[in-house]
Protein backbone atom coordinates (compact mmCIF):
# COMPACT_ATOMS: atom_id res chain seq x y z
CA UNK A 1 0.00 0.00 0.00
CA UNK A 2 1.67 3.08 -1.63
CA UNK A 3 -0.59 5.88 0.79
CA UNK A 4 -2.38 4.55 4.25
CA UNK A 5 -4.89 6.82 5.73
CA UNK A 6 -6.11 6.81 9.18
CA UNK A 7 -7.39 8.62 12.07
CA UNK A 8 -11.21 9.11 11.19
CA UNK A 9 -13.89 8.29 13.53
CA UNK A 10 -17.36 9.18 14.82
CA UNK A 11 -17.11 12.43 16.42
CA UNK A 12 -20.03 15.46 17.90
CA UNK A 13 -20.12 18.70 16.23
CA UNK A 14 -17.26 20.86 17.34
CA UNK A 15 -14.61 18.24 19.23
CA UNK A 16 -11.03 17.60 16.70
CA UNK A 17 -9.65 14.77 14.99
CA UNK A 18 -6.03 14.67 13.39
CA UNK A 19 -5.94 12.45 10.19
CA UNK A 20 -3.00 10.79 9.08
CA UNK A 21 -1.31 9.19 5.68
CA UNK A 22 1.61 7.15 5.84
CA UNK A 23 3.34 7.21 2.21
CA UNK A 24 5.41 4.68 0.83
CA UNK A 25 6.51 6.96 -1.77
CA UNK A 26 10.41 7.14 -3.27
CA UNK A 27 9.40 10.19 -4.61
CA UNK A 28 7.61 11.97 -1.62
CA UNK A 29 9.18 14.80 -1.11
CA UNK A 30 8.67 16.00 -4.91
CA UNK A 31 4.92 15.24 -4.36
CA UNK A 32 2.59 17.71 -3.35
CA UNK A 33 0.06 16.14 -1.09
CA UNK A 34 -3.39 16.89 -0.48
CA UNK A 35 -6.54 15.62 0.94
CA UNK A 36 -9.92 15.23 -0.56
CA UNK A 37 -12.81 14.08 0.56
CA UNK A 38 -16.26 12.33 -0.61
CA UNK A 39 -19.92 12.72 0.98
CA UNK A 40 -22.63 10.04 0.74
CA UNK A 41 -24.57 11.08 -2.37
CA UNK A 42 -21.53 13.80 -3.43
CA UNK A 43 -18.76 14.12 -5.80
CA UNK A 44 -15.39 13.92 -4.76
CA UNK A 45 -14.47 17.60 -3.26
CA UNK A 46 -10.73 18.50 -2.57
CA UNK A 47 -10.09 19.78 0.98
CA UNK A 48 -6.07 21.03 1.40
CA UNK A 49 -3.07 20.43 -0.13
CA UNK A 50 0.51 20.77 0.75
CA UNK A 51 3.15 21.39 -1.57
CA UNK A 52 6.31 19.09 -1.20
CA UNK A 53 8.81 22.05 0.27
CA UNK A 54 5.61 21.73 3.28
CA UNK A 55 5.54 25.80 3.39
CA UNK A 56 2.86 26.08 0.05
CA UNK A 57 -1.08 25.20 1.10
CA UNK A 58 -4.63 25.60 -0.41
CA UNK A 59 -7.68 24.83 1.15
CA UNK A 60 -11.16 25.02 0.56
CA UNK A 61 -13.23 27.55 1.46
CA UNK A 62 -15.13 25.10 3.53
CA UNK A 63 -12.33 24.00 6.16
CA UNK A 64 -10.17 27.24 5.98
CA UNK A 65 -9.88 28.75 8.88
CA UNK A 66 -10.35 25.48 10.62
CA UNK A 67 -8.37 22.62 9.24
CA UNK A 68 -4.88 22.51 9.19
CA UNK A 69 -2.51 20.23 6.61
CA UNK A 70 1.05 19.68 6.99
CA UNK A 71 3.70 16.89 6.39
CA UNK A 72 6.71 15.51 7.67
CA UNK A 73 9.04 14.62 4.91
CA UNK A 74 11.47 12.72 7.15
CA UNK A 75 8.45 10.49 7.91
CA UNK A 76 6.91 10.83 4.83
CA UNK A 77 3.79 11.44 6.55
CA UNK A 78 0.60 14.10 5.53
CA UNK A 79 -1.62 15.35 8.35
CA UNK A 80 -4.67 17.19 8.31
CA UNK A 81 -5.81 18.45 11.72
CA UNK A 82 -9.60 18.72 11.91
CA UNK A 83 -11.00 21.72 14.32
CA UNK A 84 -14.16 22.47 14.95
CA UNK A 85 -16.18 19.93 12.65
CA UNK A 86 -19.29 20.13 11.74
CA UNK A 87 -22.00 17.78 10.30
CA UNK A 88 -20.80 18.97 6.70
CA UNK A 89 -17.44 17.53 7.45
CA UNK A 90 -18.51 13.82 7.19
CA UNK A 91 -17.16 12.04 4.26
CA UNK A 92 -14.51 9.59 3.71
CA UNK A 93 -11.31 11.56 3.26
CA UNK A 94 -8.88 10.27 1.11
CA UNK A 95 -5.01 11.47 0.72
CA UNK A 96 -3.16 11.45 -2.52
CA UNK A 97 0.13 12.04 -4.24
CA UNK A 98 0.40 14.46 -7.35
CA UNK A 99 3.51 13.90 -9.70
CA UNK A 100 5.14 17.65 -9.05
CA UNK A 101 6.13 19.48 -6.14
CA UNK A 102 3.33 22.29 -6.72
CA UNK A 103 -0.18 22.14 -4.94
CA UNK A 104 -3.63 21.56 -7.39
CA UNK A 105 -7.20 21.38 -6.28
CA UNK A 106 -7.12 19.29 -9.42
CA UNK A 107 -8.27 15.94 -8.42
CA UNK A 108 -6.83 14.35 -11.74
CA UNK A 109 -3.19 16.02 -11.25
CA UNK A 110 -2.87 13.76 -8.58
CA UNK A 111 -1.75 10.17 -9.70
CA UNK A 112 -1.81 7.61 -6.35
CA UNK A 113 -4.47 7.39 -3.92
CA UNK A 114 -5.30 6.12 -0.36
CA UNK A 115 -8.10 3.88 0.63
CA UNK A 116 -10.06 6.09 2.61
CA UNK A 117 -10.67 6.97 6.38
CA UNK A 118 -14.71 8.03 7.32
CA UNK A 119 -15.07 10.88 9.41
CA UNK A 120 -18.49 11.40 11.06
CA UNK A 121 -20.03 13.88 12.80
CA UNK A 122 -23.04 14.41 14.58
CA UNK A 123 -24.94 17.40 15.55
Known amino acids: VQLQASGGGLVQTGPSLRLSCAANLRTFRSSAMAWFRQAPGNEREFVAAVGGNAISTLYADSVKGRFIISRDNADKKVYLQMNNLKPEDTAVYYC?????????????????WGQGTLVTVSS
Open 96 to 112: AARTYSDISKASDTYYR
